[in-house]
């Protein structure tokens, strides 16, 4: 994943210089947030981006890096927002959606989810909106935007980046979307991630690269994969993947 490409400008800004007004103060905005991702780096430039409370009236309350953290801080916490990477150890954004679900569904107060990705692939736009996310932006947003976004949804806005947003009106609005595919669902985010590099040709070396695991996880995750899809090979999983057009 890529780290946030204007933190240190943000944290250079002057206190009028961010879109939301600072908390604390009448008529100011301000939103609790919990950040979720595998990433600790990552997660350390978007709070340095956007938890400066005073100047963004964004409070970061909690942070997690995978599907358990994630649902004990969030559920300990009931942050307004939450800002949720979609590839998590421990099953996906999707998981967390699927085990907050009561939480989301909360008339009184509602905990909203916010998906941040690397990933602008059409699958898993749909698959977090699928499950309850409110909205969907790439770590290419700037620091400003994001704070926009998390306070559009506080409020029960539905919130993308623009390209992204035709994906979610092609999936639900168009009666010729395509099903469900219960083989890829049998897959977790990160095993999904590992199987697009194995189609496209990539050494298991490469994959813990890119990925920033170990090459012993990559093959777990491989071995995952052939178990579940119950394929014999690398080649077989290819020519899988291809059919599905997936690479």
């Known amino acids: 994943m890529s780290e946030p490409t204007e933190a240190n400008a943000a944290a250079e800004a002057a206190p009028g210089d961010g879109p939301a007004e600072p908390a604390g103060g009448t008529g100011r905005r301000h939103v609790r947030v919990v950040l979720v991702d595998d990433h600790r780096m990552f997660r350390t430039g978007v709070q340095a981006e956007i938890g400066q409370t005073d100047q ?3 409070e970061v309350v909690g942070e997690a890096a995978d599907v358990d953290q994630a649902v004990t801080v969030i559920t300990a916490t009931r942050p307004e927002v939450v800002l949720l990477d979609v590839h998590l150890p421990g099953g996906g954004g999707v998981e967390v959606l699927r085990r907050c679900a ?6 009184e107060r509602p905990v909203r989810f916010l998906a941040l990705s690397v990933s602008d692939a059409a699958e898993d736009v749909i698959g977090v909106i699928r499950g309850g996310a409110r909205g969907y932006v790439t770590k290419t947003i700037t620091g400003a935007d994001l704070i926009d976004s998390i306070f559009r949804v506080q409020e029960g806005d539905a919130v993308f980046s623009p390209r992204l947003a035709g994906f979610v009106l092609d999936a639900f609005a168009s009666t010729d979307a395509p099903p469900v595919d219960e083989d890829l669902d049998r897959l977790t985010q990160r095993e999904r991630e590992v199987l697009r590099l194995i189609a496209r040709g990539y050494a298991y070396k490469e994959i813990a690269k890119q990925l920033f695991i170990s090459v012993k996880t990559v093959e777990s995750h491989v071995s995952a994969v052939l178990r579940k899809l119950q394929l014999s090979n690398r080649h077989e999983l290819t020519r899988w ?7």
């Open 56 to 58: 963004t009236g964004v």
């Open 102 to 107: 009561s939480l989301t569904g909360d008339a």
């Open 241 to 247: 993947a291809t059919a599905r057009r997936l690479v």
